[in-house]
């Protein structure tokens, strides 16, 4: 007789599966035709994002009450590295919507709140924007200038956010404005922002190394007014919200990480035991066999980080050092194995006849969106020596 813990184990595992065979299905048939036109276009796709909607894949973490997919961090990352894969572009897209926007309000808006915005969002009605940061406040997200001041039952926004996934075509947008003194932890507060709301317009979209897909554009208010319902959570906590949004967000970019490295690291294996030199494959030649052994070896690592982390997150334990590690590790090594797919490649690897150019470009963004390498070190550090 089965174990019935091993049973539901086996049962788990064959779901995990099927959802991470389900996202490559759709990678393959709705992006891949599609990859270069749209990088060399800088065209964000937003029906291929309701696609992903109709799938279950932008409402991962929501539970199914708000028409989410009730799926856990390990499918989640399962399914951000199966796009990833194939376009990391999308990937970004489809972490971003998730982790920050819809997250936000899932984790810290109240019920009418949930059921106002999370439906749409997670059916991919509506497409989701996250606004913290600003042009003189990356890193320093406490010395942000967009204010938020109360005026009767309503708050005026007044400000312009930047480097803002969808921040052009987003409907739904969650917004961390200063409300107290700059630099004061508790001095901020997080408010939903609609599309069409007036005094609330899109500015300059970015032109970018990679990623080109995702798209990447200004938020702009002026004299935005939104009533005080579209408050998350309490006056003065949207910095603390956004800290713990971040530490769930790290997880998504690991895993945007380990599906751009599996994907360089795929086409740079096929490619060395089709090309030959000196008569043999140049899979054959230690220096590119080598290669090939590190690069899958820094792929299992942050596979076991990533996943760590998510079992973290699952057993609600703190995630503020394994999300960190997990996105520093996985990001750095995507560059690295991005590099040598292209090393490998050769003069092919510098062509966008071949898909490791793009990848190349895409993997520097890892290291820097929703928190740089060096901001990963500082917290994974504080983290260690509070101890």
């Given amino acids: 007789m089965i174990d019935p813990q091993l049973l539901v184990a ?24 599609h990859v270069m036109e749209w990088d060399e276009k800088q065209y964000f796709p937003i029906e291929a994002m309701r696609e992903a ?15 989410g997919s009730g799926l856990g961090y390990h499918e989640y990352i399962s399914i951000i590295e199966e796009i990833s894969v194939i376009d990391p572009s999308i990937g970004l897209s489809v972490a971003a919507h998730n982790s920050l926007c819809t997250n936000h309000i899932y984790l810290f808006g109240n019920e009418a709140q949930r059921c106002k915005w999370l439906p749409k969002l997670t059916s991919g009605e509506h497409i989701g924007a996250w606004g913290l940061t600003e042009h003189n406040t990356g890193s320093d997200a406490k010395g942000m200038s967009t204010t938020a001041k109360k005026e009767g039952n309503d708050w005026i926004l007044n400000g312009t956010k930047n480097f803002i996934t969808h921040g052009k075509s987003g409907d739904i947008a969650v917004v961390i404005a ?10 901020m507060t997080a408010f939903v922002v609609e599309r069409g709301t007036p005094g609330f317009t899109a500015g300059k979209k970015e032109n970018k190394l990679g990623m080109r897909a995702s798209e990447t554009a200004e938020m702009v208010f002026a004299d935005c007014r939104i009533p005080d319902e579209n408050r998350l959570g309490e006056v003065g906590e949207g910095f603390i919200q956004s800290m713990k949004i971040l530490d769930g967000g790290r997880i998504s970019i690991g895993a945007l990480s380990l599906g751009i490295a599996r994907g360089a690291y795929e086409a740079s294996l096929k490619y060395s035991q089709e090309r030959e030199q000196f008569g043999k494959a140049i899979s054959k030649f230690q220096a590119i066999s080598f290669k090939l052994a590190e690069m899958a070896t820094e792929i299992e690592a942050s596979k076991l980080l990533l996943h760590k982390a998510a079992s973290d997150k699952m057993q609600g334990k703190n995630v503020t050092k394994s999300g960190a590690m997990a996105k520093m590790y996985a990001s750095e090594a995507c560059v690295k194995i991005s ?28 290291t820097i969106g929703e928190g740089t390498t060096e901001i990963q070190k500082l917290v994974i550090s504080r983290e260690l020596l509070k101890k």
């Fill in 178 to 187: 200063r409300n107290g003194e700059k630099g004061d932890n508790h001095g």
């Fill in 10 to 33: 086996m049962q788990e595992n064959e779901a995990h599966t099927l959802i991470a065979e389900s996202a490559k299905e759709f990678a393959l048939r709705v992006l891949y035709p």
């Fill in 339 to 366: 590099s040598e797919a292209v090393q490998i490649h050769g003069g092919y690897g510098f062509t966008k006849d071949f898909p490791v150019e793009k990848f190349y470009r895409d993997s520097k963004l890892c």
């Fill in 53 to 67: 909607g109709n799938l279950g894949f932008l409402g991962v973490l929501i539970p199914e009450e708000y028409g």
